[in-house]
Protein backbone atom coordinates (compact mmCIF):
# COMPACT_ATOMS: atom_id res chain seq x y z
CA UNK A 1 0.00 0.00 0.00
CA UNK A 2 2.78 2.35 0.56
CA UNK A 3 4.56 1.28 -2.17
CA UNK A 4 1.73 2.11 -4.57
CA UNK A 5 1.23 5.51 -2.82
CA UNK A 6 4.91 6.17 -3.17
CA UNK A 7 4.72 5.51 -6.94
CA UNK A 8 1.47 7.61 -7.67
CA UNK A 9 3.38 10.46 -5.85
CA UNK A 10 6.44 9.94 -8.04
CA UNK A 11 4.39 10.12 -11.28
CA UNK A 12 2.57 13.21 -10.49
CA UNK A 13 5.80 14.83 -9.86
CA UNK A 14 7.09 13.60 -12.98
CA UNK A 15 3.71 14.56 -14.86
CA UNK A 16 4.17 18.71 -13.20
CA UNK A 17 8.16 18.60 -14.25
CA UNK A 18 6.84 18.01 -17.55
CA UNK A 19 4.28 20.29 -17.94
CA UNK A 20 6.45 23.06 -16.81
CA UNK A 21 9.24 21.94 -19.37
CA UNK A 22 6.24 22.22 -22.12
CA UNK A 23 5.40 25.47 -20.72
CA UNK A 24 8.49 26.95 -20.54
CA UNK A 25 9.65 25.49 -24.44
CA UNK A 26 6.69 27.43 -25.51
CA UNK A 27 7.22 30.59 -24.02
CA UNK A 28 10.11 31.63 -26.73
CA UNK A 29 12.40 34.11 -27.00
CA UNK A 30 11.10 37.30 -28.73
CA UNK A 31 14.55 38.91 -29.44
CA UNK A 32 14.30 38.48 -33.30
CA UNK A 33 10.88 40.84 -32.74
CA UNK A 34 12.25 42.92 -30.15
CA UNK A 35 15.40 44.18 -32.89
CA UNK A 36 12.89 44.67 -36.12
CA UNK A 37 10.40 46.43 -33.74
CA UNK A 38 13.23 48.84 -32.97
CA UNK A 39 14.43 49.35 -36.47
CA UNK A 40 11.04 50.90 -37.16
CA UNK A 41 11.50 53.32 -34.39
CA UNK A 42 9.56 52.23 -31.29
CA UNK A 43 10.26 51.82 -28.13
CA UNK A 44 11.24 48.85 -26.80
CA UNK A 45 10.19 50.01 -22.93
CA UNK A 46 7.09 48.12 -23.17
CA UNK A 47 8.03 44.91 -25.60
CA UNK A 48 8.12 41.20 -23.76
CA UNK A 49 11.49 39.34 -23.40
CA UNK A 50 9.30 36.21 -23.81
CA UNK A 51 6.54 35.35 -25.45
CA UNK A 52 3.24 36.04 -23.18
CA UNK A 53 -0.35 34.98 -23.62
CA UNK A 54 -2.32 36.84 -25.98
CA UNK A 55 -5.79 36.89 -25.04
CA UNK A 56 -5.26 41.04 -25.15
CA UNK A 57 -4.82 41.04 -29.11
CA UNK A 58 -7.65 42.12 -31.29
CA UNK A 59 -6.21 41.80 -34.43
CA UNK A 60 -3.27 38.95 -34.15
CA UNK A 61 -3.95 35.61 -33.37
CA UNK A 62 -4.62 35.00 -29.11
CA UNK A 63 -1.97 32.48 -28.70
CA UNK A 64 1.57 33.08 -27.19
CA UNK A 65 2.78 36.51 -29.27
CA UNK A 66 5.41 38.81 -28.17
CA UNK A 67 3.45 41.68 -28.68
CA UNK A 68 1.31 43.74 -25.92
CA UNK A 69 -1.51 46.03 -27.01
CA UNK A 70 0.18 48.83 -26.76
CA UNK A 71 2.36 47.16 -29.87
CA UNK A 72 -0.75 46.17 -32.03
CA UNK A 73 -2.12 49.78 -31.66
CA UNK A 74 1.53 50.86 -33.13
CA UNK A 75 1.77 47.98 -35.69
CA UNK A 76 -1.44 49.03 -37.15
CA UNK A 77 -0.72 52.31 -37.43
CA UNK A 78 2.34 51.43 -39.31
CA UNK A 79 0.49 49.14 -41.43
CA UNK A 80 -1.97 51.73 -42.48
CA UNK A 81 1.17 54.25 -43.43
CA UNK A 82 2.93 51.74 -45.25
CA UNK A 83 0.27 51.46 -47.34
CA UNK A 84 -0.29 54.57 -48.12
CA UNK A 85 3.30 55.00 -49.54
CA UNK A 86 2.94 51.42 -51.22
CA UNK A 87 -0.04 52.47 -53.30
CA UNK A 88 2.01 56.47 -53.96
CA UNK A 89 5.10 54.36 -54.62
CA UNK A 90 3.64 52.33 -57.22
CA UNK A 91 1.73 55.22 -58.99
CA UNK A 92 4.20 58.05 -58.92
CA UNK A 93 5.95 57.02 -62.15
CA UNK A 94 2.15 57.22 -63.78
CA UNK A 95 1.60 60.55 -62.15
CA UNK A 96 4.90 61.56 -62.69
CA UNK A 97 4.25 60.89 -66.61
CA UNK A 98 0.82 63.51 -66.70
CA UNK A 99 2.78 65.94 -64.97
CA UNK A 100 5.93 65.82 -67.23
CA UNK A 101 3.98 65.40 -70.24
CA UNK A 102 1.58 68.37 -69.63
CA UNK A 103 4.36 70.57 -68.51
CA UNK A 104 6.47 69.87 -71.91
CA UNK A 105 3.13 69.65 -74.20
CA UNK A 106 2.33 72.88 -72.66
CA UNK A 107 5.43 75.21 -73.15
CA UNK A 108 5.63 73.66 -76.67
CA UNK A 109 2.35 74.66 -77.66
CA UNK A 110 2.68 78.38 -76.01
CA UNK A 111 6.30 78.78 -77.52
CA UNK A 112 4.61 77.69 -80.92
CA UNK A 113 2.52 80.87 -80.44
CA UNK A 114 4.90 83.23 -79.55
CA UNK A 115 6.98 82.12 -82.56
CA UNK A 116 4.43 82.40 -84.83
CA UNK A 117 3.86 86.04 -83.37
CA UNK A 118 7.73 86.89 -83.83
CA UNK A 119 7.84 85.71 -87.34
CA UNK A 120 4.70 87.71 -88.37
CA UNK A 121 5.30 90.91 -86.54
CA UNK A 122 9.14 90.92 -88.41
CA UNK A 123 8.25 90.23 -91.45
CA UNK A 124 4.94 92.38 -91.71
CA UNK A 125 7.12 95.04 -90.39
CA UNK A 126 9.70 94.86 -92.60
CA UNK A 127 7.06 94.05 -95.69
CA UNK A 128 4.33 97.31 -94.55
CA UNK A 129 6.31 99.23 -92.12
CA UNK A 130 4.78 101.97 -90.63
CA UNK A 131 1.21 100.65 -92.21
CA UNK A 132 1.62 97.51 -90.19
CA UNK A 133 2.82 99.17 -86.87
CA UNK A 134 0.34 101.69 -87.04
CA UNK A 135 -2.61 98.20 -87.07
CA UNK A 136 -0.62 95.49 -85.17
CA UNK A 137 -3.06 95.64 -82.85
CA UNK A 138 -5.32 93.78 -85.08
CA UNK A 139 -2.70 91.09 -85.57
CA UNK A 140 -1.82 91.49 -81.77
CA UNK A 141 -5.17 90.45 -81.03
CA UNK A 142 -5.47 87.68 -82.66
CA UNK A 143 -2.60 85.46 -81.29
CA UNK A 144 -4.12 87.01 -77.77
CA UNK A 145 -7.32 85.51 -78.36
CA UNK A 146 -5.30 82.13 -79.34
CA UNK A 147 -3.19 81.86 -76.45
CA UNK A 148 -6.51 83.14 -74.14
CA UNK A 149 -8.45 79.92 -75.85
CA UNK A 150 -5.86 77.57 -75.64
CA UNK A 151 -4.99 78.57 -71.60
CA UNK A 152 -8.91 77.42 -71.01
CA UNK A 153 -10.52 80.86 -71.68
CA UNK A 154 -14.34 81.92 -72.30
CA UNK A 155 -13.62 82.45 -76.66
CA UNK A 156 -15.67 81.69 -79.49
CA UNK A 157 -12.92 80.88 -81.95
CA UNK A 158 -15.23 80.87 -84.95
CA UNK A 159 -16.50 84.32 -83.72
CA UNK A 160 -13.08 85.57 -83.01
CA UNK A 161 -11.83 84.70 -86.36
CA UNK A 162 -14.70 86.11 -87.97
CA UNK A 163 -13.97 89.44 -85.85
CA UNK A 164 -10.12 89.59 -86.87
CA UNK A 165 -11.23 89.30 -90.47
CA UNK A 166 -13.69 92.07 -90.18
CA UNK A 167 -11.42 94.68 -88.63
CA UNK A 168 -8.73 93.97 -91.36
CA UNK A 169 -10.79 94.33 -93.62
CA UNK A 170 -12.13 97.80 -91.97
CA UNK A 171 -8.72 98.82 -91.91
CA UNK A 172 -7.83 98.09 -94.98
CA UNK A 173 -10.46 99.65 -96.38
CA UNK A 174 -9.75 103.08 -94.75
CA UNK A 175 -6.21 102.72 -96.06
CA UNK A 176 -7.36 101.78 -99.75
CA UNK A 177 -9.65 104.75 -99.58
CA UNK A 178 -7.66 107.00 -97.63
CA UNK A 179 -9.50 110.27 -99.74
CA UNK A 180 -13.15 109.42 -98.23
CA UNK A 181 -13.71 109.89 -94.45
CA UNK A 182 -15.43 107.07 -92.75
CA UNK A 183 -17.93 107.10 -89.74
CA UNK A 184 -18.44 103.98 -87.52
CA UNK A 185 -21.66 103.20 -88.96
CA UNK A 186 -20.05 103.06 -92.75
CA UNK A 187 -17.64 100.84 -91.19
CA UNK A 188 -20.50 98.39 -89.69
CA UNK A 189 -22.46 98.70 -93.22
CA UNK A 190 -18.56 97.09 -94.63
CA UNK A 191 -18.31 94.28 -92.33
CA UNK A 192 -21.90 93.30 -93.49
CA UNK A 193 -20.99 92.67 -97.34
CA UNK A 194 -17.76 90.66 -95.69
CA UNK A 195 -19.59 87.45 -96.71
CA UNK A 196 -20.85 88.21 -99.94
CA UNK A 197 -17.82 90.15 -101.19
CA UNK A 198 -15.46 87.68 -99.96
CA UNK A 199 -12.54 90.76 -100.18
CA UNK A 200 -9.47 87.99 -98.72
CA UNK A 201 -10.70 85.20 -100.90
CA UNK A 202 -10.71 81.99 -99.96
CA UNK A 203 -8.08 82.40 -96.89
CA UNK A 204 -10.26 83.29 -94.16
CA UNK A 205 -12.49 79.99 -94.68
CA UNK A 206 -9.60 77.39 -95.29
CA UNK A 207 -7.73 79.11 -91.93
CA UNK A 208 -10.65 79.11 -89.65
CA UNK A 209 -11.47 75.31 -90.54
CA UNK A 210 -8.17 74.92 -89.60
CA UNK A 211 -7.26 76.73 -86.36
CA UNK A 212 -10.54 75.45 -85.51
CA UNK A 213 -10.04 71.97 -85.32
CA UNK A 214 -6.30 72.44 -84.57
CA UNK A 215 -6.75 74.71 -81.42
CA UNK A 216 -9.60 72.34 -80.14
CA UNK A 217 -7.43 69.39 -80.61
CA UNK A 218 -4.44 70.89 -78.77
CA UNK A 219 -6.92 72.64 -76.15
CA UNK A 220 -8.87 69.44 -75.16
CA UNK A 221 -5.29 67.76 -75.10
CA UNK A 222 -3.49 69.34 -73.18
CA UNK A 223 -6.73 69.22 -70.96
CA UNK A 224 -6.85 65.67 -70.66
CA UNK A 225 -3.57 65.74 -69.32
CA UNK A 226 -4.10 67.93 -66.39
CA UNK A 227 -7.32 65.83 -65.65
CA UNK A 228 -5.71 62.83 -66.08
CA UNK A 229 -2.62 64.11 -63.46
CA UNK A 230 -5.28 65.21 -61.24
CA UNK A 231 -7.48 62.25 -61.08
CA UNK A 232 -4.16 60.06 -60.00
CA UNK A 233 -3.09 62.34 -57.80
CA UNK A 234 -6.68 62.26 -55.90
CA UNK A 235 -6.82 58.48 -56.04
CA UNK A 236 -3.33 57.81 -55.25
CA UNK A 237 -3.98 58.91 -51.56
CA UNK A 238 -5.91 55.99 -50.75
CA UNK A 239 -9.04 56.21 -48.17
CA UNK A 240 -8.22 53.19 -45.73
CA UNK A 241 -11.03 51.96 -43.94
CA UNK A 242 -11.04 50.31 -41.11
CA UNK A 243 -11.91 46.72 -42.36
CA UNK A 244 -8.11 47.17 -44.49
CA UNK A 245 -6.22 48.28 -41.36
CA UNK A 246 -7.43 45.39 -39.97
CA UNK A 247 -6.09 43.01 -43.17
CA UNK A 248 -3.08 44.76 -44.18
CA UNK A 249 -1.99 44.80 -40.14
CA UNK A 250 -2.90 40.82 -39.80
CA UNK A 251 -0.49 40.27 -42.84
CA UNK A 252 2.16 42.47 -42.43
CA UNK A 253 2.73 42.69 -38.77
CA UNK A 254 1.01 39.67 -37.29
CA UNK A 255 4.06 37.72 -37.82
CA UNK A 256 5.86 39.44 -35.33
CA UNK A 257 3.69 38.66 -32.87
CA UNK A 258 3.78 35.03 -33.63
CA UNK A 259 8.09 35.87 -33.39
CA UNK A 260 8.34 35.47 -36.97
CA UNK A 261 9.23 39.32 -37.89
CA UNK A 262 10.87 38.09 -41.18
CA UNK A 263 8.40 35.67 -42.60
CA UNK A 264 6.77 37.39 -45.82
CA UNK A 265 2.92 36.63 -46.44
CA UNK A 266 2.16 34.45 -49.21
CA UNK A 267 1.24 35.56 -52.56
CA UNK A 268 -2.49 35.10 -52.84
CA UNK A 269 -3.22 36.43 -49.86
CA UNK A 270 -1.76 39.87 -50.59
CA UNK A 271 -4.03 39.83 -53.25
CA UNK A 272 -7.04 39.66 -51.42
CA UNK A 273 -6.09 41.79 -49.03
CA UNK A 274 -4.79 43.98 -51.43
CA UNK A 275 -8.00 43.46 -53.74
CA UNK A 276 -10.27 44.37 -50.67
CA UNK A 277 -8.27 47.60 -49.55
CA UNK A 278 -8.19 48.86 -53.30
CA UNK A 279 -11.58 47.91 -54.78
CA UNK A 280 -12.91 51.50 -55.42
CA UNK A 281 -9.92 52.20 -57.18
CA UNK A 282 -10.27 48.98 -59.38
CA UNK A 283 -13.50 50.54 -60.40
CA UNK A 284 -11.88 53.68 -62.12
CA UNK A 285 -10.10 51.76 -63.75
CA UNK A 286 -13.17 50.96 -67.07
CA UNK A 287 -13.57 54.45 -66.84
CA UNK A 288 -9.74 55.27 -67.31
CA UNK A 289 -9.35 52.87 -69.94
CA UNK A 290 -12.08 55.03 -72.13
CA UNK A 291 -10.34 58.32 -71.28
CA UNK A 292 -7.22 56.76 -72.11
CA UNK A 293 -8.88 55.54 -75.31
CA UNK A 294 -9.79 59.40 -76.07
CA UNK A 295 -6.61 60.49 -75.32
CA UNK A 296 -5.07 58.43 -77.91
CA UNK A 297 -7.60 59.58 -80.56
CA UNK A 298 -7.41 62.97 -79.96
CA UNK A 299 -3.21 62.53 -79.98
CA UNK A 300 -3.61 61.08 -83.45
CA UNK A 301 -5.30 64.24 -84.42
CA UNK A 302 -2.76 65.92 -83.67
CA UNK A 303 -0.06 64.70 -85.60
CA UNK A 304 -2.98 64.17 -88.78
CA UNK A 305 -5.55 66.20 -89.86
CA UNK A 306 -5.40 68.57 -86.73
CA UNK A 307 -2.14 69.00 -87.09
CA UNK A 308 -1.38 72.55 -84.63
CA UNK A 309 2.53 72.87 -86.33
CA UNK A 310 1.09 72.98 -90.21
CA UNK A 311 -0.98 75.52 -89.02
CA UNK A 312 0.57 78.00 -86.64
CA UNK A 313 3.80 78.12 -88.02
CA UNK A 314 2.96 79.67 -91.54
CA UNK A 315 0.11 81.69 -90.51
CA UNK A 316 1.79 84.90 -91.55
CA UNK A 317 1.79 83.50 -95.15
CA UNK A 318 -1.72 82.77 -94.91
CA UNK A 319 -2.72 86.37 -93.95
CA UNK A 320 -0.02 87.49 -96.19
CA UNK A 321 -2.10 85.89 -99.13
CA UNK A 322 -5.14 87.36 -97.83
CA UNK A 323 -4.35 91.11 -98.09
CA UNK A 324 -2.71 90.54 -101.37
CA UNK A 325 -6.14 89.32 -102.75
CA UNK A 326 -7.46 91.92 -101.15
CA UNK A 327 -5.35 94.17 -102.79
CA UNK A 328 -6.08 92.63 -105.77
CA UNK A 329 -9.78 93.35 -105.96
CA UNK A 330 -9.75 96.37 -103.88
CA UNK A 331 -11.33 98.77 -107.02
CA UNK A 332 -14.32 96.11 -107.21
CA UNK A 333 -14.74 95.59 -103.62
CA UNK A 334 -14.53 99.54 -102.80
CA UNK A 335 -17.39 100.07 -105.64
CA UNK A 336 -19.74 97.45 -104.34
CA UNK A 337 -19.37 98.79 -101.25
CA UNK A 338 -20.14 102.45 -102.07
CA UNK A 339 -23.53 101.13 -104.14
CA UNK A 340 -24.52 99.17 -101.04
CA UNK A 341 -23.62 101.67 -98.32
CA UNK A 342 -23.49 104.98 -100.04
CA UNK A 343 -20.90 107.12 -100.95
CA UNK A 344 -18.68 108.65 -98.20
CA UNK A 345 -17.32 112.18 -98.20
CA UNK A 346 -14.43 113.44 -98.80
CA UNK A 347 -11.98 113.56 -96.41
CA UNK A 348 -11.20 117.02 -95.04
CA UNK A 349 -7.26 116.65 -94.72
CA UNK A 350 -5.12 116.56 -98.37
CA UNK A 351 -2.31 113.70 -99.00
CA UNK A 352 0.89 114.11 -97.98
CA UNK A 353 3.73 113.79 -100.58
CA UNK A 354 5.88 111.39 -99.54
CA UNK A 355 7.38 108.15 -101.54
CA UNK A 356 6.99 104.54 -101.50
CA UNK A 357 10.42 104.47 -99.55
CA UNK A 358 9.41 106.55 -96.11
CA UNK A 359 6.44 103.90 -96.08
CA UNK A 360 8.08 101.01 -96.39
CA UNK A 361 11.23 99.53 -95.28
CA UNK A 362 12.39 96.34 -97.00
CA UNK A 363 10.96 93.63 -98.98
CA UNK A 364 9.20 91.14 -98.07
CA UNK A 365 11.05 87.66 -97.11
CA UNK A 366 9.32 84.33 -94.79
CA UNK A 367 11.68 82.65 -92.54
CA UNK A 368 12.81 79.61 -94.31
CA UNK A 369 12.50 76.55 -92.05
CA UNK A 370 15.71 76.50 -90.55
CA UNK A 371 15.24 80.42 -89.65
CA UNK A 372 12.19 79.71 -88.02
CA UNK A 373 12.90 79.69 -83.69
CA UNK A 374 12.99 76.39 -82.24
CA UNK A 375 10.71 75.84 -79.15
CA UNK A 376 12.40 75.20 -75.60
CA UNK A 377 10.37 71.72 -75.57
CA UNK A 378 13.17 71.18 -77.69
CA UNK A 379 11.30 68.75 -80.06
CA UNK A 380 9.01 68.69 -83.08
CA UNK A 381 5.42 68.01 -82.25
CA UNK A 382 5.21 64.39 -84.09
CA UNK A 383 7.76 63.38 -81.41
CA UNK A 384 6.70 64.94 -78.34
CA UNK A 385 2.67 63.30 -79.07
CA UNK A 386 4.61 59.94 -80.23
CA UNK A 387 6.24 60.10 -76.61
CA UNK A 388 2.94 61.40 -74.64
CA UNK A 389 1.43 58.37 -76.78
CA UNK A 390 3.34 55.42 -75.35
CA UNK A 391 2.99 56.62 -72.21
CA UNK A 392 -0.30 56.88 -72.32
CA UNK A 393 -0.79 53.43 -73.54
CA UNK A 394 1.64 51.89 -70.43
CA UNK A 395 -0.93 54.17 -68.14
CA UNK A 396 -4.51 51.67 -69.36
CA UNK A 397 -5.57 48.75 -66.70
CA UNK A 398 -2.90 50.69 -64.27
CA UNK A 399 -5.69 51.18 -61.70
CA UNK A 400 -6.95 47.21 -61.83
CA UNK A 401 -3.16 45.75 -61.88
CA UNK A 402 -2.10 47.94 -58.67
CA UNK A 403 -2.46 44.97 -56.53
CA UNK A 404 -0.65 43.28 -58.89
CA UNK A 405 2.25 46.02 -58.48
CA UNK A 406 2.23 45.67 -54.64
CA UNK A 407 1.89 42.06 -54.41
CA UNK A 408 5.45 41.38 -56.43
CA UNK A 409 6.72 38.50 -55.68
CA UNK A 410 10.37 39.00 -53.77
CA UNK A 411 9.03 42.82 -53.40
CA UNK A 412 6.48 42.05 -50.38
CA UNK A 413 5.69 38.69 -50.84
CA UNK A 414 7.29 35.06 -50.50
CA UNK A 415 7.55 33.00 -53.91
CA UNK A 416 7.97 30.07 -51.53
CA UNK A 417 3.92 28.53 -51.12
CA UNK A 418 4.94 26.89 -47.95
CA UNK A 419 7.42 29.16 -46.21
CA UNK A 420 4.79 32.06 -46.28
CA UNK A 421 2.48 33.61 -43.75
CA UNK A 422 -1.20 32.40 -44.43
CA UNK A 423 -2.62 35.02 -41.86
CA UNK A 424 -2.25 32.81 -38.91
CA UNK A 425 0.99 30.78 -39.28
CA UNK A 426 4.16 29.72 -41.80
CA UNK A 427 2.22 27.34 -44.11
CA UNK A 428 0.53 27.71 -47.83
CA UNK A 429 -2.81 29.80 -48.36
CA UNK A 430 -5.63 28.07 -49.56
CA UNK A 431 -8.60 30.37 -49.99
CA UNK A 432 -9.30 31.44 -54.14
CA UNK A 433 -7.88 35.00 -55.04
CA UNK A 434 -11.34 37.15 -55.75
CA UNK A 435 -11.69 39.67 -58.76
CA UNK A 436 -11.10 43.08 -58.79
CA UNK A 437 -13.64 45.33 -58.02
CA UNK A 438 -15.97 46.31 -55.01
CA UNK A 439 -19.28 44.13 -55.54
CA UNK A 440 -16.49 41.49 -56.13
CA UNK A 441 -15.55 41.54 -52.28
CA UNK A 442 -18.45 40.00 -50.80
CA UNK A 443 -16.63 36.57 -51.10
CA UNK A 444 -13.12 38.04 -50.04
CA UNK A 445 -12.35 36.45 -46.59
CA UNK A 446 -9.62 38.85 -45.41
CA UNK A 447 -11.28 42.54 -45.95
CA UNK A 448 -15.40 42.62 -44.99
CA UNK A 449 -16.37 45.70 -47.02
CA UNK A 450 -20.01 47.24 -47.46
CA UNK A 451 -19.96 46.83 -51.36
CA UNK A 452 -24.02 48.89 -51.34
CA UNK A 453 -21.36 52.13 -50.22
CA UNK A 454 -19.13 52.79 -52.99
CA UNK A 455 -16.19 55.15 -51.73
CA UNK A 456 -17.63 58.96 -52.91
CA UNK A 457 -14.10 60.29 -53.61
CA UNK A 458 -13.89 57.15 -56.62
CA UNK A 459 -17.10 58.16 -57.77
CA UNK A 460 -16.58 61.89 -58.08
CA UNK A 461 -13.39 60.83 -60.19
CA UNK A 462 -15.15 58.69 -62.85
CA UNK A 463 -17.57 61.54 -63.28
CA UNK A 464 -14.66 63.50 -63.91
CA UNK A 465 -13.06 61.04 -66.41
CA UNK A 466 -15.95 60.63 -67.77
CA UNK A 467 -16.84 64.05 -68.89
CA UNK A 468 -13.13 64.64 -70.28
CA UNK A 469 -13.56 61.61 -72.60
CA UNK A 470 -16.93 63.14 -73.96
CA UNK A 471 -15.04 66.36 -74.73
CA UNK A 472 -12.63 64.22 -76.10
CA UNK A 473 -14.47 62.73 -78.00
CA UNK A 474 -16.04 65.57 -79.51
CA UNK A 475 -12.66 66.85 -80.53
CA UNK A 476 -11.31 63.82 -82.09
CA UNK A 477 -14.65 65.18 -84.30
CA UNK A 478 -13.55 68.55 -84.20
CA UNK A 479 -15.78 69.90 -81.71
CA UNK A 480 -15.66 72.19 -79.17
CA UNK A 481 -17.78 71.50 -75.79
CA UNK A 482 -17.21 73.85 -72.89
CA UNK A 483 -18.41 72.35 -69.60
CA UNK A 484 -19.55 75.14 -66.95
CA UNK A 485 -19.19 72.27 -64.04
CA UNK A 486 -17.06 69.24 -64.61
CA UNK A 487 -19.36 67.17 -62.65
CA UNK A 488 -22.47 68.08 -64.26
CA UNK A 489 -22.59 66.50 -68.24
CA UNK A 490 -25.57 68.47 -68.88
CA UNK A 491 -24.29 72.17 -68.51
CA UNK A 492 -22.62 72.30 -71.33
CA UNK A 493 -21.41 75.38 -74.44
CA UNK A 494 -19.85 74.52 -77.59
CA UNK A 495 -18.48 75.96 -80.80
CA UNK A 496 -16.24 74.13 -83.46
CA UNK A 497 -16.14 73.85 -87.02
CA UNK A 498 -17.14 70.23 -86.96
CA UNK A 499 -14.87 67.76 -89.41
CA UNK A 500 -14.49 68.74 -92.96
CA UNK A 501 -12.43 68.36 -95.85
CA UNK A 502 -12.67 64.30 -95.83
CA UNK A 503 -11.72 63.36 -92.52
CA UNK A 504 -13.66 60.58 -90.58
CA UNK A 505 -14.91 60.31 -87.83
CA UNK A 506 -15.98 58.06 -84.76
CA UNK A 507 -18.22 59.35 -82.74
CA UNK A 508 -21.39 62.01 -82.95
CA UNK A 509 -22.03 64.37 -80.39
CA UNK A 510 -23.69 67.93 -80.59
CA UNK A 511 -23.00 71.41 -79.18
CA UNK A 512 -24.11 74.55 -78.91
CA UNK A 513 -22.89 77.54 -79.48
CA UNK A 514 -20.51 79.59 -76.58
CA UNK A 515 -21.49 82.91 -75.49
CA UNK A 516 -19.20 85.33 -77.64
CA UNK A 517 -17.19 87.69 -75.94
CA UNK A 518 -16.96 91.19 -78.09
CA UNK A 519 -14.70 94.22 -77.59
CA UNK A 520 -16.08 97.57 -77.94
CA UNK A 521 -14.29 98.47 -81.20
CA UNK A 522 -15.14 102.50 -81.50
CA UNK A 523 -11.69 103.36 -80.50
CA UNK A 524 -10.02 100.68 -83.51
CA UNK A 525 -12.25 102.43 -85.81
CA UNK A 526 -11.21 106.12 -84.71
CA UNK A 527 -7.93 104.95 -84.69
CA UNK A 528 -7.70 103.28 -87.82
CA UNK A 529 -9.07 106.70 -89.74
CA UNK A 530 -6.69 108.46 -88.30
CA UNK A 531 -4.10 106.25 -89.31
CA UNK A 532 -5.79 106.19 -92.79
CA UNK A 533 -5.30 109.62 -93.23
CA UNK A 534 -1.97 110.46 -92.07
CA UNK A 535 -0.65 107.81 -94.20
CA UNK A 536 -1.86 109.03 -97.30
CA UNK A 537 0.76 109.83 -100.19
CA UNK A 538 1.03 111.57 -103.48
CA UNK A 539 0.01 108.68 -105.05
CA UNK A 540 -3.10 106.47 -104.64
CA UNK A 541 -2.93 104.34 -101.53
CA UNK A 542 -3.75 101.49 -103.96
CA UNK A 543 -0.96 101.94 -106.07
CA UNK A 544 1.03 101.74 -102.26
CA UNK A 545 -0.53 98.47 -101.06
CA UNK A 546 -0.36 97.36 -104.75
CA UNK A 547 3.32 97.70 -104.49
CA UNK A 548 3.31 94.91 -101.74
CA UNK A 549 1.86 91.88 -104.09
CA UNK A 550 5.22 92.30 -106.36
CA UNK A 551 7.53 90.65 -103.57
CA UNK A 552 4.81 88.72 -102.13
CA UNK A 553 3.60 86.74 -105.21
CA UNK A 554 6.04 83.80 -104.79
CA UNK A 555 4.87 82.77 -101.68
CA UNK A 556 1.22 82.53 -103.18
CA UNK A 557 1.24 79.08 -104.36
CA UNK A 558 2.95 77.73 -100.97
CA UNK A 559 -0.49 77.87 -99.61
CA UNK A 560 -2.52 76.91 -102.48
Not at 70 to 76: F, G, H, P, Q, T
Not at 141 to 161: A, H, I, P, Q
Not at 201 to 210: C, E, H, S, T
Request: with cysteine; charged share 25%.
Amino acid sequence: MCAMWRLQVALCTLSVLSLSSAGESKARSCSEVRQAYSAKGFSLLHVPHQEISGEHLRVCPKGYTCCTSEMEDKLSQQSKQEFEVMVEDSSHNMRTTFTSRHKKFDEFFLELLDNSEKSLNSMFTKTYGKLYMQNSEVFQDLFTELKRYYTGGNVNLEEMLNDFWSRLLERMFQLLNSQYHFTDDYLECVTKYTDQLKPFGDVPRKLKAQVTRAFIAARTFVQGLTVGREVANRVAKVNVVPACVRALTQMLYCPYCRGMPGLKPCHNYCYNVMRGCLANQADLDAEWNLFIDAMLLVADRLVGPFNIEAVIEPIDIKISEAIMTMQDNSMQVSAKVFQGCGQPKPSAIGRSARGLSDVFSSRFRPFTPEQRPTTAAGTSLDRLVIDIKEKLKESKKFWSKLPDDICAEGKLTESDEEQCWNSHTKGRYFPEVVKEGLTNQVNNPEVILDITRPDTLIRQQIMALRVMTNKLKNAYNGNDISFQDSSDEGSSSGSGSGCSDGCTTEFVFVGTEAPVIRADRSDERAAAAAAGQSLSCGPSTILVMAALTLPLWAVQTQWR
